[in-house]
């Protein structure tokens, strides 16, 4: 496991610097990986989503392409990259399907909606996004903790590699950011995000 992260880490340096045998390489793993990630947020979106995972991807691909040059640290600090963008196309997809339907209507929702399957994923991954823009204005951290979590399915480890801290922090970050953003949806019956 350490030398594939290993691996795919200095193919990302390699990708950097404008090997284009490095991409070649980098990409059918990273395609996995992506798509693994992708499938396991849309399982918790409601059955019928229009997004699929290998268009989630494909999207995700043009994102990155644009960063080629990016200083990339690791595979770790690829993925956290990946999370950021794979949340922002998910929330455009959502304000784009929520305008269409209920003509940009917001719905109240408590964190356990937002965090599970529902008929409408759409108004609460927009109120989620809302949540995490609200505590980010604040802790910047507790919001990336969450945001690689929830949209990029990291792992503790591999959160803690991205903002180089340890584990533990992570750990309890991550249960304060969640109570956070219940609080916040929650303390106020008439709130509504946006």
Known sequence: MENEQTAITQLLIDWRNGSRDALDQLTPILYA?????????????RTN????????VNELYMQLSKL??????????FFGVSSYLMRQILV????STNAEKRGGKIQKLSLDEALTVS???SAELIALDDALREL????????????????????I???AEVLSVSESTIGRE???ALAWLFRQVSRDPDHQAG
């Open 157 to 159: 480890q591999e959160m």
């Open 136 to 155: 980010a204005a604040f802790d910047e951290r507790k919001s990336r903790i969450v945001e690689m979590h929830y949209f990029g399915g990291l792992k």
């Open 33 to 45: 990986e992506l798509r693994r990630m992708a499938a396991s947020y849309l399982r918790r979106e």
């Open 68 to 77: 080629a040059r990016l200083e990339w640290k690791d595979r770790a600090h």
């Open 119 to 121: 008929e409408d994923g």
């Open 92 to 95: 455009q997809h959502a304000r």
């Open 174 to 176: 991550l249960r304060l």
């Open 49 to 56: 989503h229009t997004l699929q995972p290998t268009a989630l």
